[in-house]
T-cell receptor, first 113, second 112 residues
Framework: KAGVTQTPRYLIKTRGQQVTLSCSPI?????VSWYQQTPGQGLQFLFE???????NKGNFPGRFSGRQFSNSRSEMNVSTLELGDSALYLC????????????FGPGTRLLVL | GEDVEQSLFLSVREGDSSVINCTYT??????LYWYKQEPGAGLQLLTY?????DMKQDQRLTVLLNKKDKHLSLRIADTQTGDSAIYFC????????????FGTGTRLKVLA
């Protein structure tokens, strides 16, 4: 089975812009979770989607949003980018709900200038 | 508190054993995980342990769980240079709002 894929792998944006990141889960997995990884804050949970519905949400401002499509692919969007949004954004998929083991993609590295 | 704690750095010689420690916070956590992250890559699941177990062995990896002290460790036998990476422990909580909590990560450096 192919693993979790994320596109793009690298992205450079400027403050105030918005960005959309994409994640394709492992085939057959229905749950997708997103994490932000920074040197200062470590790995922080953003949100989890299951069957096109957001099931859980971390403590991030409303500028961070996401969605899931009927084929389980997910996108996350960050509007009005700030310098502090520079991070590695990781997507993880699991078979039924994120109660089960998560498998991570390679991440999208976002740099905000 | 919310934090899952790990020591930041560990340095070992090739061929020695490495032991990476983790202290978690929620006694009701049912699953505990170890992930490995190599530079520029995502997290690779290494192994996990159910909370009703106290040990799990998988080839060169041994996980020990002390529920009373909320302490988890990962032992890597015969450590190789390819084991150099950051290792994260994570707990899957069931109390309150469900979520995974990751540790701060331990950077393992294996010296040839």
């Amino acid at each position: 089975k192919a693993g979790v894929t994320q596109t793009p792998r690298y992205l450079i944006k400027t403050r105030g812009q918005q960005v959309t990141l994409s994640c394709s889960p492992i085939s057959g997995h229905r749950s997708v979770s997103w994490y932000q990884q920074t040197p200062g804050q470590g790995l922080q949970f953003l949100f989890e989607y299951f069957s096109e519905t957001q099931r859980n949400k971390g403590n991030f401002p409303g500028r961070f949003s996401g969605r899931q499509f009927s084929n389980s692919r997910s996108e996350m969007n960050v509007s009005t980018l700030e310098l502090g949004d520079s991070a590695l954004y990781l997507c993880a998929s699991s078979p039924l709900t994120s109660q089960e083991t998560q498998y991570f993609g390679p991440g999208t590295r976002l740099l905000v200038l | 508190g919310e934090d899952v704690e790990q020591s930041l750095f560990l340095s070992v010689r090739e061929g020695d054993s490495s032991v990476i420690n983790c202290t978690y916070t929620d006694s009701s956590s049912t699953y505990l995980y170890w992930y490995k992250q190599e530079p520029g890559a995502g997290l690779q699941l290494l192994t996990y342990i159910f909370s009703n177990m106290d040990m799990k062995q998988d080839q060169r990896l041994t996980v020990l769980l002390n529920k009373k002290d909320k302490h988890l460790s990962l032992r890597i036998a015969d450590t190789q240079t390819g084991d150099s990476a950051i290792y994260f422990c994570a707990e899957r909580r069931t109390s309150g709002t469900y979520k995974y909590i990751f540790g701060t990560g331990t950077r393992l450096k294996v010296l040839a």
